[in-house]
């Protein structure tokens, strides 16, 4: 059965940084697209940034880039989320999630609802 399992989320002053992992396992087909996604209380879930694993491309957000980077190690089936001089805004749920089906297409051109199959989410707090 399909899986992904985020680590890495934790409390962390402003300016911090957090290492995110997600280990996928069990998909039949690969991934061709996996995505970093995150929820701030109150608010809707956003798109943090993503990878293409057919050509390593990636996309980050507008909110994120120069601070986050996105990037996998197919030997250890794992996507990380390097995120450098955090934020308060930056709190919230990170949600890791991966395309298996469909057009295969680089990931900057999939939108959040495409994506099949969802992590259960890490925690991450940015507060002094």
């Known amino acids: 059965q399909a899986q992904l399992v985020e680590s890495g989320g934790g409390l962390v002053q402003p300016g911090g940084s957090l290492r995110l992992s997600c280990r996928l396992s069990?998909?039949?087909?690969?991934?061709?697209?996996i995505g970093w996604f995150r929820q701030a209380p109150g608010k809707e879930r956003e798109g943090v940034a993503c990878?293409?694993?057919?050509?390593?491309?990636?996309h980050h957000s507008d909110s994120v880039t120069g601070r986050f980077t996105i990037s996998s190690d197919n030997a250890k089936n794992t996507v990380y989320l390097q995120m450098n001089s955090l934020k308060p805004e930056d709190t919230g749920v990170y949600y890791c999630?991966?395309?298996?089906?469909?057009?295969?297409?680089?990931?900057?051109?999939?939108?959040?609802?495409?994506?099949?199959?969802w992590g259960q989410g890490t925690q991450v707090t940015v507060s002094s």
């Open positions: 069990g998909f039949t087909p690969v991934p061709y697209a």
């Open positions: 999630a991966a395309l298996n089906y469909g057009l295969v297409r680089r990931c900057r051109s999939v939108s959040q609802a495409e994506y099949n199959h």
């Open positions: 990878i293409s694993d057919f050509d390593g491309s990636t």
